[in-house]
């Protein structure tokens, strides 16, 4: 299994070698250490805790440091299982991770916090049409129409409203690395990713 953490950057676009044009995400990515392993026998399952970024020691916790000690005073910590165990085995505490773990080709899985967007009507937020824009209507071209029927309990469970939009995890699929700069630490991912600039997020591959 590979993983990696990273930043979002920026959008762009890379021509392949028959000029084809490729919309890439560039990731600003590792390298990261591996922080601890968990095991079936201690922990009741697998899986490996990754650590990212740096920060002032005197904004991590006591118990943070104690578990850190002589790894690094890192900003983010993440953990990823392992299915079945597979690439426990390969890795031990104070292992770097960087790019060069990924090829071009290989598909992977990102996930990250989608952009906030704050509190939103129904047409954004669902991609409702709102009213008839026809003659006799009033300011009614984003009104959510009738939200309860006569029910006399009210609007029924999970009743599609106004409220607030973005902020979500969100994993994208089968996204495929177009380009690795191993100088610059980034990778360069096909397709948009969730997220703004500078967000977070976690890449792995299964190949």
Known sequence: MKLILGTKVAMSQIFDADG??????VISAGPVTVTQLKTTETD???AVQVGFGTRNEKN????????????????????????GGKGAAEMKIGDKIDVSAFQEG???TVSGVSKGKGFQGVVKRHGFHGGP???????S???????????RTGPRKGMRMAGRMGGDRVTVKNLKVIQIDSAKNEIFISGAIPGRRGTLVEITSTK
């Open 60 to 83: 991590i916790s006591k118990a943070v440091l104690g578990h850190l000690k002589g790894l690094g005073n890192f900003r983010f910590l993440r953990e990823f299982p392992l299915a």
């Open 141 to 151: 071209e984003r009104e959510p129409g009738s939200i309860g029927g006569g029910l």
């Open 20 to 25: 084809v044009v490729h919309p890439v995400t």
């Open 133 to 139: 824009r026809s003659h006799g209507q009033k300011h």
């Open 44 to 46: 009741g399952y697998q």
């Open 106 to 108: 290989d598909v992977v």
